[in-house]
């Protein structure tokens, strides 16, 4: 099973509309979560992180349920410049080391 | 505050050849890593230093790959006898607490072998 796993999509929504992502993690002692978003051909950027009481930060909503093991990205009203590819990121411990793990990413494209 | 500076930004070598890719942390930052993006796929890890340490190595391939993060200057991943596969991305991240925080990317160097 791979440590953080996510839908590649891609997802194709029109402009305007709500999309969700969702994504999930094996390690049951991760820590600290986050959302990060790729746009082609450049470096991945921190979107937000995702706190266990859940967090929002414009149209963006994050959401962590660490009895399952998964997080959520809500993304509403959205725009041309969302288009890109969303990273879901896990904090862990592995082989005494902690790092940052990626999942896959899920690919956005927002249509007008 | 200058951010991750990766350089070169690109980097073209024959096969056979030596690649150096260089990474400066934030300032104040002393946790560096190293990950590897190929095209059309994720972000692999690949190493992570401390000053002066290597303190996980367990996505660099054994063979032709090492890193290091001496005392002074820049973090340096070096290929040697590059292949055509070696192609890729090459992305430098630093953190102040370990990771607890998130990690703050350098722009890439994009390694290309001919």
């Known amino acids: 099973r791979k440590e953080v796993e996510q839908d590649p999509g891609p997802f194709?929504?029109?402009?305007g509309?709500?999309?969700?992502?969702?994504?999930?993690?094996?390690?049951?002692?991760?820590q600290s979560f986050f959302w990060y978003r790729q746009d082609c051909r450049k470096e991945p950027k921190l979107l937000m992180s995702v706190y266990s009481s859940g967090n929002e930060d414009g149209?963006?909503?994050?959401?962590?349920?660490?009895?399952?093991?998964?997080?959520s990205l809500l993304i509403r009203d959205s725009k041309l410049s969302d288009s890109a590819t969303y990273l879901c990121v896990v904090n862990a411990l592995i082989q005494g080391a902690q790092k940052l793990v990626f999942g896959q990413g899920t690919r956005l494209t927002i249509n007008p | 505050n200058a951010g991750v500076m990766q350089n070169p930004r690109h980097l073209v070598r024959r096969r056979g050849q030596e690649a150096r890719l260089r990474c400066?942390?934030?300032k104040g930052h002393s946790h560096v890593y190293w990950y590897r993006q190929l095209p059309e796929e994720?972000?692999?890890?690949?190493?992570?230093?401390?000053?002066?340490?290597?303190?996980?190595?367990?996505?660099?391939?054994?063979?032709?790959?090492?890193?290091?993060?001496?005392?002074?200057?820049?973090?340096?991943l070096r290929?040697?006898?590059v292949v055509r596969g070696d192609s890729a991305a090459y992305f430098c991240a630093s953190s102040q607490t370990g990771g607890a925080d998130g990690y703050t990317f350098g722009s890439g160097t994009r390694l290309t072998v001919v």
Do not use: H
């Not at chain 1, 194709?12 to 402009?15: D, L, T």
């Not at chain 2, 972000?43 to 890193?67: C, T």
């Open chain 1, 12 to 15: 194709n929504v029109p402009e």
């Open chain 1, 17 to 30: 509309a709500t999309v969700a992502f969702n994504c999930t993690y094996s390690n049951s002692a991760s």
């Open chain 1, 59 to 71: 149209r963006f909503t994050a959401q962590l349920n660490r009895a399952s093991q998964y997080i």
């Open chain 2, 24 to 26: 400066s942390p934030m």
């Open chain 2, 42 to 76: 994720g972000l692999k890890f690949m190493v992570y230093l401390q000053k002066e340490n290597i303190i996980d190595e367990s996505g660099m391939p054994k063979e032709r790959f090492s890193a290091e993060f001496p005392k002074e200057g820049p973090s340096i």
């Open chain 2, 79 to 81: 290929i040697q006898q």
